[in-house]
């Protein structure tokens, strides 16, 4: 099993940057395919990334060209780096683990992003 614990949240103004992280122990890193989602009030949970063991990454179109997923299996982590943030990426933003087969294993406990001016 694998545990995850994610930082870096907070308040950011219109057109700013974040960058989460999420910290994994108790199993092997690298071999699962790492995720953000976020869920924003009265919504549905979303995915908004991945990135495989080899490094391929997935991307919400929402997203796309604003965010990067990227993971250090040295460091056991995983990061979202959020630029160009908007009032509509609010929302507690959860790590997880999956394996190859698509399964999740894991979710982190969740971090709060606000963007508001």
């Known amino acids: 099993q694998v545990q995850l614990v994610e930082s870096g949240g907070g308040l950011v103004q219109p057109g700013g940057s974040l960058r989460l992280s999420c910290a994994a122990s108790?199993?092997?890193?690298?071999?699962?395919?790492m995720g953000w989602y976020r869920q924003a009030p009265g919504k549905q949970r979303e995915l908004v990334a991945t990135?495989?063991?080899?490094?391929?990454?997935n991307y919400v179109d929402s997203v796309k060209g604003r965010f990067t997923i990227s993971r250090d299996n040295a460091k056991n982590t995983v990061y979202l780096q959020m630029n160009s943030l908007k009032p509509e990426d609010t929302a507690v933003y959860y790590c997880?683990?999956?394996?190859?087969?698509?399964?999740?294993?894991?979710w982190g406990q969740g971090t709060q992003v606000t963007v508001s001016s």
């Open positions: 997880n683990a999956k394996t190859t087969s698509w399964v999740t294993v894991s």
């Open positions: 108790g199993s092997i890193f690298s071999r699962y395919v």
């Open positions: 990135v495989t063991s080899g490094g391929t990454t």
